[in-house]
């Protein structure tokens, strides 16, 4: 074993249950329109078509703050700010509530099957009465950005072919119509990629109740215990879950299945935990075991194989976060202390966070995006080792300079104290030693148990 960590006895960090849901302010929904506004100006967009659904409504919901339920539903945005709601049956009663008021126009083509179509218009003279004109240049923003060796870019579009359609119609052709969502997400220029103090306290709700509900579920767990019984313990508050939960047991995706079953826990199986809210996902895995003498005899060294240098990864990962680092040397940071040749990551080895559980990454091979106060982000590092399960601890954490320190110090004391309890116990019980500039929204945050049924032993890094 790595002799800079051991297992050691010691409380775990505190939780914070219960604690009240902050509102995102007027003023901010107001300035996020203006932001956006600036950017369309700034491509050379006359309108942004904003596609949501129930999956996928993170940018609809960053300017309007609800996201359609049943059906599709667009947000038309002007460069003068003008707003227009393009929404089916079951939502149109939303529009008087959004956060931004905008013209309602009714389209029964996004409602469920066979529902009314009472008066039905085709789509693109809905779009021609939110303020397309033929001939004006019009940003579609869907969801994701098309990256790799993906060619035309600006011409790939991931909303409905009838949407997409309807639009090129009223913009004049398919000429006039470029994919804008990097105006929402891109993490070199993105507007939602920053983050005010009221946004990060917001977020901050999910992230210490997705921590909160995972501690309970790993104090919970006992042989013969139900992945169903543990799943229960992730589900808290009646909060919507941006990712799929996990309460896994041994061999995952029997039957193609991806939720808790009835399936019992053994001495020796792997466990797999997530849950995750709008801000914030935590994840754990390791082995139902309560030291290695009852692991299998083939992954028997799998503390000191995997679980160490992954736990080591992590702490360096942390360490050198700060403002002003670009991706690229984040990625460096992590290939260096665990080369993928060896350990198979896969993905970013972090990435941004909002209401979706992944908004975008910086980090990537040779990036030179920089690390900036007010971004929000997931330490996402998921080794792999051939016959060995897994190791996870991923958590959430942000970066806020010396203002929006004392913004959030200001105009959220608890959620700053909660803050500084966090970073306390990392330090002076972990022994990790982040910046200054690093905030932490988890409450979980460097706290890995090795073994789950050894409730007192976490790993530490030696001083």
């Not at 019009?138 to 909303?159: C, H, I, M, P, Y």
């Not at 210490?208 to 790993?218: E, K, M």
Request: net charge negative; proline share 5%; charged share 20%.
């Amino acid at each position: 074993m790595d002799t800079r960590y051991s297992l050691q006895t010691l409380s775990p960090p505190q939780c914070f249950r219960h604690i009240a849901s902050p509102v995102l302010s007027d003023e901010t929904l107001k300035q996020r329109v203006v932001e956006v506004v600036n950017m369309m100006k700034q491509h050379g967009l006359a309108h942004l078509v904003i596609y949501a659904d129930k999956e996928h409504g993170g940018n609809f919901e960053y300017l309007a703050g609800f996201i359609p339920r049943f059906e599709e539903a667009l947000l038309v945005l002007s460069d003068q700010a003008a707003i227009s709601y393009i929404i089916g049956n079951e939502n149109l009663k939303l529009v008087p509530y959004a956060r931004n008021a905008g013209l309602p126009l009714h389209a029964p083509i996004f409602s469920l099957p066979n529902q009314p179509m009472t008066h039905e218009q085709p789509l693109e003279m809905l779009l021609a009465s939110a303020g397309l004109i033929a001939g004006q240049k019009v940003g579609v923003v869907g969801w994701k950005l098309f990256t790799g060796n993906a060619e035309q870019r600006s011409s790939l579009f991931d909303v409905p072919a009838f949407i997409l359609d309807a639009v090129k119609k009223a913009a004049g052709g398919q000429h006039c119509v470029v994919n804008a969502t990097g105006i929402f997400i891109s993490p070199e220029y993105g507007v939602r990629r920053i983050n005010r103090a009221d946004e990060i306290a917001f977020y901050e709700y999910g992230a210490n109740l997705a921590s909160t509900n995972v501690l309970s579920a790993l104090d919970s767990i006992e042989l013969g215990k139900s992945e169903k019984e543990i799943g229960h313990l992730l589900a808290a508050d009646g909060q919507p879950n941006n990712v799929i939960m996990i309460a896994a047991s041994g061999d995952r995706f029997a039957y193609a299945n991806l939720y808790p079953s009835d399936k019992r826990i053994c001495l020796g199986d792997k466990i797999s935990l997530t849950v995750g809210f709008k801000g914030g996902l935590t994840s754990r895995s390791a082995y139902a075991v309560a030291d290695d003498t009852a692991l299998p005899d083939a992954v028997s060294d799998w503390l000191t194989q995997l679980a160490t240098p992954y736990y080591h990864a992590v702490v360096t990962w942390l360490e050198s976060l700060r403002v002003g680092i670009t991706g690229g040397e984040m990625y460096a940071i992590v290939e260096n202390v665990l080369p993928k040749a060896r350990y198979h990551w896969h993905l970013n080895p972090g990435h941004l966070v909002a209401d979706e559980e992944w908004l975008c990454s910086p980090i990537y091979p040779d990036s030179t995006i920089p690390l900036t106060s007010g971004m929000l982000l997931q330490i996402d590092i998921i080794p792999s080792l051939p016959g060995y399960g897994g190791s996870s601890i991923e958590d959430t954490v942000g970066l806020a300079d010396i203002t929006l320190q004392q913004q959030l110090a200001a105009q959220f004391p608890e959620v700053w104290k909660r803050m500084e309890i966090r970073k306390r116990y990392l330090k002076e019980v972990l022994n990790i030693k982040v910046s200054d500039e690093v905030i932490l929204l988890s409450n979980t945050v460097g706290y890995l148990r090795p073994f789950l049924l050894d409730k007192t032993r976490a790993l530490v890094r030696v001083k």
